[in-house]
């Protein structure tokens, strides 16, 4: 797509008024309910789907199949970096009204340290068309890690904080309990952070180091640096919501990791074909239609899977309870 300046700037100016009305509407410390969550997670599929129909509009069928395939995808790898979110949440005891709070301000540092992702990839590619063969690599040896993450249960280790979170820490030193959502209070003469701006801190970083592969990930799908910023944004800006309202439900999708190895393996194999393709090698490329329909129903059969594994856990356990 040819965007112009004008529609990058107004598209930016929509995204910051829907954060700004999101944050508004949030902006008093409460538990999210099941209810609330599940509402305001419609509304940002819902938006989602509008700014796709207008790119349908104006654009066409590629730049709307595009992003719906880079959504989805990165909606789905969001889902299982909600499984770390759950472990810091534990690992900084947030109290049930502030994570919400740290919800929110955790994805708009990471949605503008993306941005930054986003626009280096978009550079890289545009100079050197064989960082393909990187990305495409890079994908299937995450596709990989995934899956050997999951044999060994690796959403149940505990959190471990970064070096550069330890390295702010002992910057500035840290109070040693909540103030409500202040950021940074006086303690003893001395002007330290709160564990809130820590978890935020822990949040937008961890959520960083998730972007190494779906930043690749979504490039795989689409070269347009605009697609590839929306598509972030709209996966990431329904996260808080959507945190709260499958929270309950993340143990029960077992073989989610399984399901994200094969797409990003799948996204691999399609980086290195295009690779081939643009060094002047006759090799099939696969389309858009034919991702997004292979993304869907690995993610549908994940889905699936994974909630009758659950149901059959919960049946033993039951069955051992009651011998």
């Known amino acids: 797509m040819n965007v112009s300046l004008s529609v990058w700037l107004l598209t930016v100016l929509a995204l910051c008024v829907l954060v700004g009305a999101d944050f508004f509407i949030g902006r008093k410390p409460h538990d999210v309910s099941v209810r609330e969550a599940g509402v305001w997670t419609v509304v940002w599929v819902v938006l989602a789907c509008l ?24 909606k789905s790898l969001s889902v299982d970096n909600l499984f770390v979110f759950v472990l810091i949440m534990g690992k900084f005891a947030v109290p049930s009204q502030y994570q919400q709070r740290v919800l929110m301000v955790g994805v708009i540092m990471a949605l503008v340290l993306r941005a930054g992702f986003i626009a280096a990839g978009a550079a890289i590619i545009s100079a050197f068309s064989w960082v393909f063969y990187l990305f495409g690599a890079f994908l299937i040896w995450t596709a990989w890690k995934l899956v050997q993450d999951a044999r060994k249960g690796g959403h149940e280790e505990e959190y471990e904080e970064n070096k550069l979170l330890k390295t702010v820490e002992r910057r500035f030193g840290v109070a040693d309990r909540y103030h409500g959502t202040k950021l940074w209070i006086v303690e003893n003469g001395k002007r330290v952070m709160t564990p809130m701006l820590v978890v935020m801190l822990a949040i937008g ?118 011998a």
């Open 51 to 74: 700014f796709g129909l207008g790119l349908l509009l104006f654009g066409g069928g590629k730049p709307t199949g595009e992003f719906f395939a880079g959504y989805i995808t990165e």
């Open 205 to 322: 970083s961890t959520d960083v180091l998730f972007a190494l592969d779906s930043i690749p990930a979504i490039y795989g799908l689409t070269q347009d640096p605009y697609i590839v910023f929306t598509a972030n944004a709209f996966a990431l800006m329904g996260l808080r919501q959507l945190y709260f309202l499958i929270g309950g439900l993340l143990k029960k999708l077992v073989h989610l990791s399984y399901g994200l190895s094969i797409i990003l393996g799948f996204i691999g194999v399609k980086l290195v074909l295009h690779a081939l393709h643009e060094s002047g090698v006759h090799v099939p490329e696969i389309s858009i239609p034919f991702s997004l329909g292979f993304i869907v129903l690995v993610l549908t059969v994940t889905t699936l899977t994974s909630l009758r594994a659950a149901r059959r856990q919960e049946e033993a356990a039951e069955v051992e309870r009651a």
